[in-house]
């Protein structure tokens, strides 16, 4: 399973993007990259997924560079709760097991 | 759909007893898996089912760890006995497989908070 790297924590204020960059050098070439997103005490959520280049929902945008060895989630205008940690994995689907590192903390304040 | 429905929300017990942890996967989905919380460690995956028969177990931490899945709608996980160490937040999640698909979305559980006394 590929692993991944992201900052443990970032702040930023609301109505500020916010880019949270993933790295995973050993991403194989089936890898799909996945972010999830948890608020305390409830289980993660998943907010987008890519294989390449760009990916957009109403949520957030999803940046995947040609040798796809990191990406970077983006969130437009965040707001006070936008405030969980942001997860990043990569994998392959036909039910292969999610690994989930540490991820990132994101507080927005006032 | 009500999504994933976990059983009981909050547990407490003591050291040495038998605690059975319950979920109900979304109905249709063909995948279940039982993950594990805790501040020092993470979210860790201990088991995972596809349509009832566990596929990769090698997360369970130890014998006092079981998990079962009776049918397509409901899914066990029992520790005994427990001991303090066990104290986390336990998460139920499904997924279903689609061929050819992109990596599946995994829908989680609200957990199952339980403190070994």
């Known amino acids: 399973l590929a692993k991944t790297t992201q900052p443990i924590s970032m702040d930023s204020y609301e109505g500020q993007e916010v880019n949270i960059t993933c790295s995973h050098n050993?991403?194989?070439?089936?890898?799909?990259i996945t972010w999830y997103q948890q608020f305390p005490s409830q289980g993660p959520r998943f907010i987008i997924q890519g294989y390449k280049t760009k990916v957009t929902n109403e949520v957030a945008s999803l940046f995947i560079p040609a040798d796809r060895k990191s990406s970077t989630l983006s969130l437009p205008r965040v707001s006070l709760s936008d405030t969980a940690v942001y997860y990043c994995l990569v994998g392959r689907g036909g039910g292969n097991k999610l690994t989930f590192g540490t991820g990132t903390q994101l507080k927005v304040e006032l | 759909d009500a999504g994933v429905i976990q059983s009981p929300r909050h547990e407490v017990t003591e050291m040495g007893q038998e605690v059975t942890l319950r979920c109900k996967p979304i109905?249709?989905?063909?995948?279940l898996f039982w993950y594990r919380q805790t501040m020092m460690r993470g979210l860790e995956l201990l088991i995972y089912?596809?349509?009832?028969?566990?596929?990769?177990d090698s997360g369970m931490p130890e014998d006092r760890f079981s998990a079962k899945m009776p049918n397509a709608s409901f899914s066990t996980l029992k520790i005994q006995p427990s001991e303090p160490r066990d104290s986390a937040v336990y998460f139920c999640a499904s997924s279903l497989v689609l061929e050819f698909s992109t990596q599946e979305t995994q829908y989680f559980g609200p957990g199952t908070r339980l403190l070994v006394l």
């Open positions: 089912f596809n349509n009832n028969v566990p596929i990769d």
């Open positions: 050993n991403i194989a070439t089936n890898d799909y």
């Open positions: 109905s249709g989905h063909d995948y």
